[in-house]
């Protein structure tokens, strides 16, 4: 089969990142660009890395690949896409989804608001892209993309991968201060990280990719393992750790998906696992932008409680 690209494009709370996840969830091969692409060229201006964008675009691996985002530079690589989607949303709901989201603080002043709604009503869009109706439930915009990319049969009978599963092992990210700490790793873990939040960021793959993956960093002098806090339970239904504002300024410029060679990631995650595992150099990569991400508010008195597994 041919390689088949897809770019899933749309304004700020159209609802791209939703439906990276549920493609992931789906078992199809898909790439958050926020993520894995996404470089500052200078201070509040980022565009897509070319050398990684082009990397994933040009290469015969997989069949089928999903992008999902936007850039600055995002025409210089329409070329590449056999078809590109735009996620449609009216005014309120974006006004709602930019107010209530926890994982991106852009759009939550006026400014900002102002500028993605005055997008919205100019129909701003990739030229030649599809619209589908970002305002459907999550499955159905989801299941629309799909039969507009001729995707039916793709997966139909495909059993998704370990680590696109939805599975009991997960990762995520709680941001909270740093005096909230104690009550966070009290008996009633969840409902203080919930009530003490500043922000959350969620990991869309198995929590496994995630215990591979901070071994190879460690072993590569990223350590994340070891936050110096005594405070953090040595045994809990998963794994817990504590991230600084020292993680933050040691290892946050090294963190950048573009750095890493995906091909390296995909041999340790098969040796350390002693299986074979193709696709899964999408998931460590991810990975890493999630760590970034994770790390990036971090400042002093705040830090990032990272759980791997069920904590309740």
């Known amino acids: 089969m041919a390689k088949r690209n897809y770019l899933v494009e749309g304004l700020s709370g159209a609802g791209k990142s939703s439906v990276y996840e549920e493609l992931i969830k789906r078992g199809y091969k898909a790439i958050s660009t ?10 509040g201006t980022f565009e897509w890395n070319e050398q990684k964008a082009l990397g994933e675009l040009q290469s ?9 985002g936007s850039s600055s530079n995002r025409d210089r690589f329409l070329p590449y896409f056999s078809k590109v989607f735009n996620l449609r949303i009216d005014d309120d709901t974006m006004r709602r989804r930019l ?22 009503r100019r129909g701003e869009r990739p030229t030649g892209a599809i619209d589908v109706d970002a305002t459907q439930p999550l499955d159905e915009v989801v299941d629309e993309l799909l039969r507009l990319a001729g995707c039916e049969t ?6 998704p991968t370990p680590w696109s599963k939805s599975a009991s092992v997960t990762g995520r990210a709680v941001v909270i201060s740093e005096s909230a700490l104690p009550a966070a790793l009290s008996d009633h873990f969840w409902d203080a990280l ?16 995630l215990t591979t993956l901070l071994s190879y960093l460690d072993e590569q002098g990223i350590d994340l393992l070891h936050s110096g806090d005594d405070a953090v339970p040595a045994t809990r239904g998963g794994s817990v750790f504590v991230l600084t504002s020292q993680h933050h300024e040691r290892y946050s410029a090294r963190l950048d998906p573009s750095l890493f060679d995906g091909a390296a990631l995909r041999r340790y ?35 990032a409680v ?7």
């Open 194 to 209: 919930a009530r003490e939040a500043i922000t959350r960021i969620e990991y869309s793959w198995s929590g496994d990719v």
């Open 269 to 303: 995650y098969e040796d350390f696992n002693e299986i074979a595992a193709e696709g899964v150099e999408y998931a460590m990569l991810d990975g890493i932008a999630f760590l970034r991400d994770t790390l990036a508010p971090l400042e002093p008195a705040i830090v």
């Open 99 to 120: 107010r209530e989201r926890t994982n991106n603080d852009f759009g939550k002043e006026p400014e900002e608001l102002e500028l993605m709604l005055r997008l919205n």
């Open 154 to 159: 793709v997966n139909d009978d495909a059993t």
């Open 60 to 68: 015969s691996q997989p069949d089928v690949l999903f992008v999902c």
């Open 306 to 312: 990272l759980v791997i597994g069920d904590c309740g």
């Open 34 to 43: 926020d993520r894995a692409w996404k470089t500052q060229v200078e201070p």
